[in-house]
Every structure is written in structure tokens, then in C-alpha cells.
């Protein structure tokens, strides 16, 4: 093992022999040396950059947070007012109540009952003594109908107030009863519901009621047309 180091280097004195090898075996150590030193700075910056502080600390403060309570109320009870237009009787005020059942979202269930004054005729007017065509002038209704909030959202007062509302259709069947007769009555319309607070709401309604009668001696289907306002309590 000795013998083979010993010529190895006898070797390498006798390659270095001639000054050109000399320099350039000098001039690779040069270079040679740096490079491992600015490998070895490198990764030695490499790893405290890891093991550094992160330049910008995030500070979050924890919150405690109160979940809201959502009342959960699905029945609706209240009264209304307003117009209701008996065809060839005139318009009058019409007092009434509902009560609604929110099966969800979107769909409701309503029972109503509403009642109104009605007007003389024309022919009533003029010839009071030879025409009496109705004994009871007082009208009154109540139905069964089927609503379908179609655009719930939000309804904005001023800049500061906002109050949720929803837009919704509704029908149904029912009857009437005039001058000691009962009709099967059809109606429909649609209307607005705004929330004042969780627990009530005000009511803006127009509604058709379409029936048959025979009153003015011959058979003749009407249009009645309603509109009111109303306030109804959650439950």
C-alpha cells in the first residue's frame, strides 16, 4: 500500500515538473476555493432563513360570536281593510280576517272572511217603489286559498332601514253570500308582505272574487275586485 502511495506521488512530482503545470494546478486551487466558500455561506443563509422569524406577524383577535335567534312561528293572524267593488252594487269599505299557514318558504296556506255594504241600482234609484231587487245589502265572503312567495327579498326606508318583504300570488275557492244566496266563488290576486319586526307584518292585497248570480233576473258572472291593507301577527 506504501509502495503504490510512494509512486503515485513520484508521480505527481514528475507531471508538475514543467512551470505551466505548476500555475495551473495553482490556478484551480484559486478558483476552486471561493466556490466552496460561497456554497457553503449559501446553504449555512439557506437555513436561517428558514429557521428566521416571518417578517410580518399576523395578529388576529378572536371574537365571540352570538348566533342569532330566528323565531320560528309558521302561523299568521290578523285583519284587513280597504275597497271592495260589487258588480252593479258600487264600492264599498270591506273589513275582514286571515289567518295563514307557512308550510315553508315558499308556499301558504290562507283562510279569509270579509264583509261589505252594498249600493242600490240605478233602476233602485229611479223607480224605488216598483224595484226591490235585493232584501240584504250586506255581502260577505270567505275562502280557502293557496299563496307562493315569488320574490322575497328586502324593502328599503330611507338609507338606514332595511325590513325583509316577499311578493307572492295567491288562490283559491270559497263562497259568497248576498241577499240570502250562497255562491261558489273563485278568487285571485296577489299582494305584498313586509315585516316590521319578526313577529308582524302589514299586508298590501288586490284580489278578484268571480262568481255567478241571477240577482238582476238573469243570469250573469262578476268580477268583484278588492284591494286593502292589513296587519297580521306571527304565532
Not at 378572536?62 to 258600487?90: M, N, P, Q, V, W
Not at 245589502?137 to 332595511?162: C, D, M, Q
Request: charged share 20%; with cysteine; proline share 3%.
Amino acid at each position: 500500500m506504501e509502495s503504490r502511495f510512494f509512486v503515485f506521488l513520484l508521480s505527481l512530482k514528475t507531471w508538475l515538473d514543467t512551470p505551466l503545470r505548476r500555475r495551473a494546478v495553482v490556478l484551480c486551487w484559486l478558483l476552486l476555493v471561493p466556490l466552496l466558500g460561497w456554497s457553503m455561506a449559501g446553504r449555512a443563509a439557506e437555513g436561517d432563513l428558514f429557521r428566521s422569524e416571518p417578517i410580518i406577524k399576523p395578529e388576529v383577535e378572536r371574537r365571540d360570536i352570538h348566533t342569532a335567534k330566528i323565531d320560528t312561528e309558521d302561523f299568521e293572524l290578523g285583519f284587513f281593510g280597504g275597497l271592495y267593488s260589487t258588480g252593479d252594487f258600487g264600492t264599498n269599505s270591506v273589513t275582514g280576517v286571515r289567518l295563514a299557514f307557512h308550510i315553508n318558504e315558499s308556499l301558504f296556506v290562507e283562510a279569509a272572511a270579509g264583509s261589505t255594504k252594498t249600493d242600490t241600482t240605478s233602476v233602485e234609484t229611479f223607480f224605488p217603489t216598483v224595484f226591490s231587487l235585493v232584501n240584504d245589502r250586506t255581502l260577505t265572503y270567505y275562502n280557502i286559498s293557496l299563496g307562493w312567495n315569488i320574490l322575497p327579498g328586502e324593502s328599503f326606508v330611507g338609507k338606514g332601514w332595511a325590513f325583509s318583504s316577499a311578493y307572492y300570488f295567491i288562490a283559491g275557492a270559497g263562497n259568497t253570500r248576498f241577499d240570502g244566496e250562497t255562491y261558489f266563488t273563485v278568487n285571485g290576486g296577489m299582494g305584498l308582505r313586509f315585516l316590521v319586526t319578526d313577529w308582524m307584518a302589514l299586508h298590501v292585497d288586490m284580489r278578484d272574487h268571480v262568481f255567478q248570480h241571477e240577482i238582476l233576473l238573469k243570469k250573469k258572472t262578476v268580477n268583484n275586485l278588492e284591494m286593502t291593507v292589513g296587519m297580521t301577527l306571527f304565532f
